[in-house]
């Protein structure tokens, strides 16, 4: 069932012209939303999102992970016009690369146009694994194993402590033979945790070193994995939104043909794992900035969304997307989302932490559904721009920024290097390097 929220009495996301602000006027603009919209916002929050050190110092730097020598910072940004679930919402977002806060806020503003974008999302049931070798009988194994799995979950629940005091912990185990390993048969069995609102790795693996010495006396085999799956199956996310035929009417853009060719371009994803490889990397493109701006595990999100597009046995897209007799684009995605709003660097990061108060959200279920929504959107202005002009007209005009910076240009020639390079439409590092001699020279002789 999708989440539904009423839209509170709160300020727009539809922020016309954000991008052409200042950094001072767009930090004040996003604190003075995050002020009328969160729960959680305060001035702690404006300091460790938009202040030095960034929400990180090196004393807290060396205690989250060994051999510490400094800090590696990337770009935050916010993306603009997201309605999810009747909820405006400013999303935070770390990524390197251009175009991709861009595409996901003008994905956000023609999605919004339609009512804007619905999730939902499961209970956040996660796996654990636990791997049995040398079983002499493996009916009789399996059948004490069920027999005992009453003592099996207590066990476990007593390992997980505090989140089954908080109404998660073990639900059920589920057990798969497997025949035909080059080692010979074995037996998996699958420990099945509510989370709560933790990612939940530390916590399943605590439970399933507690349970494996009894499932190895129960069976008779030999325990050798102890470890938690992310191919998170039973956790997925959803994402459903409509661009509307007449969203371009105001542009020179001719919505029904160009949503038509979206559709065509998704419809190769569908069927081609060449294809879909990137197709996807474009939907994580969005997902993982948002993953990574509130201290979630990328990596792991990025292995279960692969692992879950290749389900059926053949690698496919993650998303849907199809057109009705009106010539409405109608999207829909869904992927696995383990996140965590508790524990870990959600909590740990101090930036992590404003991020998440940035998006006042209320459950780790309700950021799997903000999360899927990014992706959705992201996926949409990637067809979008590869259905149009090509992915690399837009992609080349943003990024001409970057090439400045890269060819050596001060903070105060970049902007005016990348305005040339794109009125020429020649944006490439040595033109780059060109203007800026130019330019150096002209003022030395000023």
Same mark, same amino acid.
Request: aromatic share 4%; hydrophobic share 45%.
């Given at each position: 069932?999708? =989440?539904t929220?009423?839209?509170? %009495?709160l300020?727009s996301?539809?922020?016309?012209?954000?991008?052409?602000?200042?950094?001072?006027?767009?930090?004040?603009?996003?604190?003075?939303w995050?002020? !009328?919209?969160?729960r959680?916002?305060d001035? =702690?929050?404006?300091?460790?999102?938009? /202040?030095?050190?960034?929400?990180?110092?090196?004393?807290t #730097?060396d !205690?989250?992970?060994?051999?510490?020598?400094?800090?590696f910072?990337?770009?935050?940004?916010?993306a603009?016009?997201?309605?999810?679930?009747g909820?405006d919402? $400013?999303?935070p977002?770390? =990524?390197?690369?251009?175009?991709?806060?861009?595409?996901?806020?003008?994905?956000?503003?023609?999605?919004r146009?339609?009512?804007?974008? =619905?999730?939902?999302?499961?209970?956040p049931?996660?796996?654990?694994?636990?791997?049995?070798?040398d079983?002499?009988q493996?009916?009789?194994?399996?059948?004490?194993l069920?027999?005992?799995k009453?003592a099996?979950l207590?066990? *476990?629940?007593?390992a997980?402590?505090?989140?089954?005091?908080?109404? /998660?912990?073990?639900?059920?185990?589920?057990?798969?033979? $497997?025949?035909?390993?080059?080692?010979?048969?074995?037996?998996?069995v699958?420990l099945?945790?509510?989370?709560?609102?933790a990612?939940?790795?530390?916590?399943? %693996?605590?439970a399933?070193?507690?349970i494996?010495p009894?499932?190895?006396?129960?069976?008779? /085999?030999?325990?050798?994995?102890r470890?938690?799956s992310?191919? %998170?199956d039973?956790?997925?996310?959803?994402a459903?939104?409509?661009i509307? *035929?007449?969203?371009f009417?105001?542009?020179?853009v001719d919505?029904?043909p160009?949503?038509?060719r979206?559709?065509e371009?998704?419809?190769l994803?569908?069927?081609?794992?060449?294809?879909?490889?990137?197709?996807?990397?474009?939907?994580?493109?969005?997902?993982?900035?948002?993953?990574?701006?509130?201290?979630?595990?990328?990596?792991?999100?990025e292995?279960?969304a692969?692992?879950?597009?290749?389900?059926?046995?053949n690698?496919?897209?993650?998303?849907?997307?199809?057109v009705?007799?009106?010539?409405?684009?109608?999207?829909?995605?869904e992927?696995?989302?383990?996140?965590?709003?508790?524990?870990?660097?959600?909590?740990?990061?101090?930036?992590?932490?404003?991020?998440?108060?940035? $998006?006042?959200?209320?459950?780790?279920?309700e950021?799997?559904?903000?999360?899927?929504?990014?992706?959705?959107?992201q996926n949409f202005? #990637?067809?979008?721009?590869?259905?149009g002009?090509g992915?690399?007209?837009?992609?080349m005009?943003?990024?001409?920024?970057?090439?400045?910076?890269s060819?050596?240009?001060?903070?105060?020639?970049?902007? !005016?290097?990348?305005?040339?390079?794109?009125?020429?439409?020649d944006i490439?590092?040595?033109? *780059? *390097?060109?203007?800026?001699?130019?330019?150096?020279?002209? /003022?030395?002789h000023s």
């Open positions: 069932m999708f =989440t929220m009423q839209q509170p %009495n300020p996301s539809r922020l016309t012209g954000f991008h052409r602000l200042s950094l001072a006027e767009r930090q004040t603009i996003v604190h003075d995050a002020s !009328q919209t969160s959680h916002w001035e =702690t929050s404006r300091q460790d999102l938009f /202040g030095p050190p960034n929400g990180l110092d090196l004393q #730097a !205690q989250l992970i060994e051999n510490t020598i400094g800090r910072a990337l770009p935050l940004g916010i603009t016009n997201f309605r999810i679930n909820r919402r $400013l999303i977002m770390i =990524t390197e690369e251009p175009s991709v806060i861009a595409g996901a806020s003008n994905a956000a503003r023609l999605m146009l339609a009512g804007g974008i =619905t999730a939902s999302s499961d209970p049931l996660m796996i654990g694994q636990v791997q049995l070798l079983v002499p493996m009916k009789r194994a399996m059948a004490a069920n027999e005992k009453a099996i207590a066990a *476990a629940n007593e997980l402590g505090s989140l089954a005091q908080r109404g /998660g912990g073990a639900r059920e185990i589920e057990l798969r033979q $497997l025949s035909h390993a080059k080692i010979g048969p074995m037996l998996v699958h099945l945790v509510d989370c709560q609102d990612m939940g790795a530390n916590a399943i %693996n605590t399933l070193e507690r494996a009894s499932l190895a006396e129960i069976s008779k /085999g030999r325990v050798v994995l470890i938690l992310n191919l %998170n039973r956790r997925l996310a959803r459903r939104a409509q509307n *035929a007449d969203a009417s105001h542009s020179s919505g029904p160009i949503l038509q979206v559709y371009a998704a419809a994803a569908e069927i081609d794992p060449y294809r879909a490889a990137t197709h996807n990397k474009g939907i994580l493109n969005g997902i993982d900035a948002v993953v990574l701006a509130t201290g979630n595990d990328w990596r792991a999100v292995a279960g692969h692992a879950y597009a290749a389900r059926t046995g690698y496919r897209s993650l998303s849907t997307w199809q009705d007799e009106y010539g409405n684009l109608m999207g829909s995605l992927l696995p989302l383990a996140l965590g709003i508790v524990g870990g660097s959600t909590r740990a990061h101090p930036g992590a932490k404003a991020a998440l108060a940035l $998006l006042d959200v209320q459950s780790a279920s950021l799997a559904e903000i999360v899927a929504s990014v992706g959705l959107a202005a #990637a067809l979008l721009a590869l259905a002009e992915i690399q007209h837009g992609h005009r943003l990024h001409a920024r970057q090439i400045a910076l060819a050596g240009a001060s903070d105060e020639m970049v902007g !005016q290097i990348a305005a040339v390079m794109i009125a020429e439409n490439r590092p040595s033109r *780059a *390097a060109e203007l800026m001699k130019s330019m150096t020279s002209a /003022g030395d």
